[in-house]
C-alpha cells in the first residue's frame, strides 16, 4: 500500500508522473540514476541534462503533486511506486530490462529521439480497485481486438472471456469499444476479475460510454493508468499503454484486428517481453479478421491458433509443467554470486528449470517459497543474470546451462 | 499415348486394374518383381502367392481385360501404363518411394495387412481428356474440402480456384458436391484447366449430379480413375483415390473440413508425399473450419495459412526460387554411378540445387534441358538415390552434399 511508503517519495513520483509523458528514455535513466527524490527535486530547479529538460519544461513548474494525490484520493484512486511491495515486479521485469537496454542505446548516441512507445517501465502507476497488483501477469490473459468488431468477434470474445475468468483467469483489455468491452464486460459476468490498462486519468474514464464498466472493474479488479488524474487520453498514450497491457498478462489474445491496428500493437509489446501471443483466426472476407491471420504467420514467433477456452488456459493457465530437473553444477564463480542473494531469493534459484521455462507457481512449488515470494525474487535473480525468460515462463540462465551429466548442486540453500 | 505400348503389356496392366484393389502392396510388389505380363499370367492362373491371391482370387477368372479396353473405347476413355512415355513418373515418384519402403516392411513379415490407403502406386491409370498427363503435379493444386461446405467455404473455394486457374495453375480435386464442385467449376469458368480424380469408373460419374462437370473436365482438361469402367465408386475407393489427389497436385489446399473428414486424409497424404499443405482459416464456430485450424496447428508440417491468390500462387507457382550455387565435388563411386546415367539424366543432376530444393521447371533452366526432360529424369536420379524431394521440391541427394567449400564439379556432361 502506498502508506507504506515516505511521503517524500510518493511525492516525487506524483511529480514525475505529471511533468513527464510515459516511456522517456531520459527522464527514467535519471531517475534511476540518483532516485526519484532528487530527480524531482532537479528536474523543478530546472538542474538537469538537454535531454531531461526537453521532457520535462512544459510542466516541471506548473505540477501540483500535492494537488494531484489529493484529487486522486477523492476518486478512490491510489499512487503505486517501484518502492511499494506491491509494485508489479515480476509483471514489469521484461520492460525493466528492454528499458536498460535502450537506455544504454540512448547514452551512447545511437538513438536520437526517445519515442512514443519505447518499451520502458513505468515511473508511477495510478490505481483503483481491490485486485492484488504484486501478482499481475500471473494468471491472466490479454483479450484486445479492433473497436469496430464485427458480431463474430463480439461473440467469440465473450465466449472465450466468459470461460477463463470463469476458471479464475483474470482478463486484461484497454476499456474501450469492441472487443475491449466484450471482454471485461463477459470477465465481470462470469464473477471473475478484470482489469482495464486506461490511456488517460482515472477520473476521466474513456471512452465515456464504457464509464460503467469502469465502476464496475473499479469495484472488484484494477482500473489502472500512467498518467495522473485530469490527464485527457491523447493518442500517443494509447500506444504507450499498450505496452502495460502486455506486461499485465501472462499472454496476449488478439480476437479481430485490422491489418495495422492497435491490437497488433499490443501484440508485438507482447512479443517483445517474451510474452506467448494468441490470435482467433475468422473468415478470410473479413478485413476484421486480417491482422489475426497476419500474426498467425508471423515468420518468426507466430502467434499460436486458439479456438476454445480450453486453448487459451493451455497457454496462460498451466501450473507445474514443463518443469524438468536440475542438470546443473556450481562453479566457484556461480557460489560466489549465489552467496550476495537473500536467501528467499537462493531458493528460488535453486527451484528453477533448466531446460523448458516454468511458470512463477512451478518454481515456488520446486523451491518450498510463496508464489509472491517468487514473483518478488525474479526481478533480483534477473539483474543478476542469474535467470532468462521465455515464453513468459522462467528458467536458468543459458550461461549456467551445461550439456553434461546431472549433477547436484551444492547445497546453498540457509 | 497407349497406341506405343504394346498390346500384350496394355491387357496385362488392364487385367491387373480389374483383378486388384488399388493399393494392394504384395500385387504391386508381384507386378514390380516380375513384369506385367507375367504378374497378370500367373494371377490368372493361380500360381502365386498367398498374399496375392487373396487380393486377386475374387475376380481372377471372370476379368475380361478385352471388354474392358473396348468398353473404355467407346468412351473415350485410354489406359495410361507406367511403361507409357505420358506416365506421370514426376507425380508418383513420392508413392514409388514409400511405395517400395512399404513393400519391404510387409515382405520382412513386419506388416500383416495391406491397408486400403497405403501409400502405393497405381498400377495403371483409366484416364479421359487431352490434359497433359505426364507433367501433371507440376503448376497444380488441389483444392479439398466438405461435400457438407458453407456459403463462406464455397465462396472462398470460388475465388481461389478461379484465381489460380487463370494463372495457368491447373485444380485438382475428387469431383464431389461441396467444395470440390466450386473448385472444378470455377478453374472452368477461368477458362483453366481442372482435373478430376474419381473413385469409381470413368463411365460413371459420381456424384451423378455433377455428370456435366465430369464432361467438362474430360473435354479441357484431364478426368482420371484407377478403377476400369464399371466399376462402382465403394468407400474405401474414396481414401485410396485421396493420394492420388495429393500426388497430382503440387500443393494441397484445404478450404473446409471437419474435424475427421476425407479432405484431412487428403491432407495427410499431401505430408507422407513431402507436398506443401495449406489451409483456409475460418470462423472458430464452424464445425466445417475445424479441421482447417487443426491442420494449421499441427505440431509438426503445419499447414500454410492463406487467405488469397497470391498466398496460394506463392506456394504452388514459385518458378526459379530458392536455388543456390552447387558445392560438391564427384568423388570416384559418385563419378561411376554418372557414367551409368544417360546424358540428359547427367545433365539434369548437375542441375539440382545442393540446399534448397527447387521444382522442375528451375532445375530445368539450370540444366539447359526441357521441363518434361527434367520431370523424366527425376524419378531415375531419385532410384538412384542422386536426388531427394523436399517439399514438392528437389535437391541433391545428403550423402552428396558436402559442408566444405566450393568444388566445381568435374564436367560429365556429354
Not at 38 to 58: C, P, W, Y
Not at 120 to 126: C, D, F, K, Q, V
Not at 181 to 209: E, F, K, M, N, W
Not at 381 to 394: I, M, P, Q, S, T
Request: charged share 20%.
Amino acid at each position: 500500500m502506498g502508506s507504506l511508503i515516505d511521503d517524500e517519495t510518493l511525492l516525487a513520483r506524483a511529480y514525475l508522473s505529471r511533468v513527464a509523458e510515459p516511456t522517456s528514455i531520459p527522464v527514467w535513466d535519471w531517475v534511476r540514476s540518483v532516485g526519484p527524490v532528487a530527480a524531482a527535486e532537479a528536474i523543478r530547479s530546472g538542474q538537469v541534462s538537454a535531454d531531461v529538460a526537453a521532457a520535462t519544461d512544459a510542466r516541471r513548474r506548473a505540477a501540483d503533486p500535492e494537488a494531484d494525490l489529493e484529487a486522486a484520493r477523492r476518486h478512490d484512486i491510489r499512487l503505486l511506486v517501484p518502492e511499494s511491495p506491491d509494485w508489479p515486479h515480476f509483471a514489469l521485469a521484461a520492460l525493466e530490462r528492454t528499458g536498460r537496454a535502450r537506455a544504454a542505446t540512448f547514452l551512447a548516441g545511437q538513438r536520437r529521439i526517445a519515442d512514443s512507445g519505447e518499451p520502458m517501465p513505468p515511473l508511477a502507476l495510478w490505481v483503483r480497485g481491490p485486485g492484488d497488483t504484486s501478482t499481475l501477469g500471473i494468471r491472466s490473459v490479454a483479450i484486445v481486438g479492433a473497436r469496430a468488431a464485427t458480431a463474430y468477434g463480439e461473440h467469440v470474445t465473450a465466449e472465450l472471456a466468459y470461460g477463463v475468468a470463469g476458471q479464475g483467469v483474470s482478463v486484461v483489455s484497454g476499456g474501450a469499444y469492441g472487443i475491449d468491452a466484450a471482454a471485461h464486460r463477459c470477465a465481470l459476468a462470469a464473477g471473475g476479475q478484470t482489469v482495464i490498462v486506461s490511456a488517460g486519468g482515472l477520473d476521466r474514464p474513456y471512452p465515456t460510454g464504457n464509464s460503467s464498466i469502469f465502476d464496475r472493474a473499479g469495484e472488484s479488479g484494477l482500473v489502472i493508468s500512467e498518467s495522473p488524474p485530469g490527464s485527457a487520453p491523447q493518442r500517443h498514450r494509447f500506444l504507450t499503454r499498450n505496452r502495460l497491457i502486455a506486461a499485465f498478462s501472462a499472454g496476449t489474445l488478439v480476437v479481430e484486428a485490422a491489418r495495422r491496428s492497435g491490437a497488433a500493437n499490443t501484440a508485438a509489446h507482447a512479443v517483445t517481453q517474451g510474452r506467448p501471443l494468441m490470435a482467433v483466426p475468422g473468415p478470410v472476407t473479413s478485413p476484421m479478421s486480417a491482422g489475426c491471420h497476419d500474426l498467425l504467420r508471423r515468420p518468426a514467433n507466430p502467434a499460436v491458433l486458439v479456438t476454445s477456452v480450453e486453448d487459451v488456459l493451455a497457454v496462460v493457465g498451466a501450473m507445474g509443467e514443463g518443469i524438468d530437473e536440475p542438470e546443473r553444477d556450481a562453479p566457484g564463480d556461480l557460489r560466489a554470486e549465489l552467496d550476495r542473494l537473500d536467501p528467499i531469493a537462493r531458493r528460488v534459484f535453486e527451484g528453477l528449470p533448466v531446460r523448458t521455462a516454468a511458470r512463477p507457481e512451478a518454481i515456488a512449488v520446486r523451491s518450498g517459497v510463496s508464489t509472491v515470494e517468487v514473483i518478488r525474487a525474479l526481478p533480483v535473480l534477473d539483474l543478476a543474470g542469474l535467470v532468462e525468460v521465455n515464453d513468459g515462463g522462467y528458467r536458468i540462465a543459458a550461461r549456467l546451462r551445461k550439456r553434461t551429466p546431472a549433477a547436484p548442486l551444492p547445497s546453498v540453500a540457509p
